[in-house]
């Protein structure tokens, strides 16, 4: 069944930055499709043009599978947004295990090359597609102890600015947002075992934002929107800074 709306699939929906990316995208008259290992917290809002799916995006076969269940059941797919990320404690390298090292890689990369693959194919047979990967501010503007993490994000953004190039001549776009200190629950996650969180999250984090306060949730989700848009038609490769100023 083909629909004349776009039809945008997004990963890690359930999270603070991605559910204000579902909220946004519906209000521009997307059909949406959220994935995320449990997706139960939005199952109240799913509808017409919210579908919902819980999915491990780590399992190829599976991504394939719900890939190819909503082309099957739309017939396009118009856009995919990586916002799919996990955090890293404030760890010195010497007491970051290899596990963490390779579950960060995982979450932050592996699954862009996944779910990316999985969603390119219906885009060049439709000549046409946007693609846009949530990475970090901490991959161009390091803290220390978050190591492995700014490597995940530096390489989320290498890896889209390799597929922009790649995909442009199946007017296929593929951008990077970079969100400075974000007002989520996923913000908490960054400071150091047994540090004041709170006392981290003012003292460390609002200060460093030059414009003086936490990036919200809906200043990323305007920014995929554009990205998402024909406004930005002739934007590939770039990475935007939402984060008040914390790279410069």
């Not at 359930?14 to 290992?37: F, N, S, T, Y």
């Not at 047994?194 to 460390?204: F, I, L, Y």
């Amino acid at each position: 069944m083909a629909v004349d709306q776009q039809v945008v699939i997004v990963t890690g929906a359930g999270g603070g930055m991605g559910q204000a990316i579902l909220k946004h995208l519906l209000e521009q008259g997307k059909i949406v499709v959220g994935l995320d290992l449990s997706v139960a917290s939005l199952a109240d809002r799913e509808s017409d043009v919210l579908q919902l799916h819980d999915v491990n995006v780590l399992h190829e076969d599976k991504v394939n599978e719900v890939f190819q269940n909503i082309y099957d059941k739309y017939g396009r797919i118009d856009g995919l947004v990586n916002a799919i990320g996990i955090a890293q404690a404030a760890t010195p390298i010497e007491d970051v295990s290899i596990n963490e090292w390779n579950r960060l890689m995982d979450v932050n990369v592996k699954s862009l090359f996944i779910t990316t693959k999985a969603a390119v194919p219906y885009m060049k047979a439709r000549k046409k597609g946007a693609i846009v990967t949530i990475a970090s501010i901490s991959a161009v503007r390091p803290r220390p102890g978050l190591q492995a993490y700014i490597a995940s994000k530096g390489a989320a953004e290498s890896f889209s600015r390799g597929l922009a190039i790649e995909l442009a001549p199946h007017q296929i776009r593929v951008n990077t947002i970079h969100p400075g200190p974000a007002d989520t629950q996923m913000l908490s996650q960054f400071a150091a075992p047994n540090a004041d969180v709170e006392q981290t999250k003012q003292e460390v984090f609002v200060q460093s934002v030059p414009l003086g306060r936490l990036v919200a949730p809906a200043d990323i989700a305007g920014a995929v929107c554009y990205l998402l848009s024909d406004a930005a038609s002739m934007v590939t490769g770039t990475t935007l800074h939402v984060d008040g100023g914390r790279g410069l």
